[in-house]
């Protein structure tokens, strides 16, 4: 009996053991992993850093850079969604403050990053779409050729707005003529 119990202690504390030591040689492999993220560019650097500094077998290596990417980029996101939400006031006063020609400039201007900017623009923008629409067709009425320098100059269209509307009118004015 006492033998039976004195080989089940054994086992147990060689299983633990070996437990530990797998799951220390995890964190190694993961420090390493860091470290070559931290010196690296992009997940092919890290993976040519694990490969050469760490003897790791490529595609071993390749998945460890992609999932340790995956963290680093949603913990960037979520940390990035976070602060923008604190600062929510902040931005609408931004907003108010930008309404008008070229909003998503002045948008960048106050520190907005380009998505932030151009989703805030076209949220604003289609807000208005029954008012916009009413202006183009305005000034398709009125002009005989591209209508971009008239939604720019008589209603304050944004550049980019205009010159696509604009084109997008030419266009179809050439297909009715045909």
Do not use: F
């Not at 390749?62 to 939400?85: F, G, I, K, N």
């Not at 020609?101 to 932030?116: I, K, P, T």
């Not at 604003?124 to 305005?138: P, S």
């Amino acid at each position: 009996m006492r033998w039976s119990v004195a080989c089940r202690l054994l086992l147990l504390g060689a299983a633990g053991a070996a437990a530990c030591h797998r799951t220390s040689r995890e964190l190694a492999r993961q420090q390493q992993v860091r470290t070559c993220t931290a010196i690296s560019v992009d997940v092919a650097g890290t993976v040519e850093c694990l490969v050469r500094m760490h003897d790791w077998k490529r595609p071993e290596a390749l998945a460890a850079a992609r999932a340790y990417q995956r963290v680093v980029d949603s913990t960037r996101a979520q940390s990035e969604d976070s602060l923008w939400t604190i600062d929510a006031a902040a931005h609408r006063r931004d907003v108010e403050r930008c309404k008008g020609h070229e909003m998503a400039d002045c948008l960048r201007l106050a520190g907005w990053s380009d998505a932030y900017a151009k989703h805030a623009t076209d949220s604003v923008w289609d807000r208005n779409k029954d008012r916009h629409t009413g202006e183009l067709a305005d000034c398709a009425r009125r002009s005989r050729g591209n209508p971009a320098s008239c939604l720019m100059l008589s209603y304050q269209w944004d550049s980019d707005r205009a010159q696509a509307a604009g084109d997008s009118i030419m266009r179809a004015r050439m297909i009715q003529r045909r």
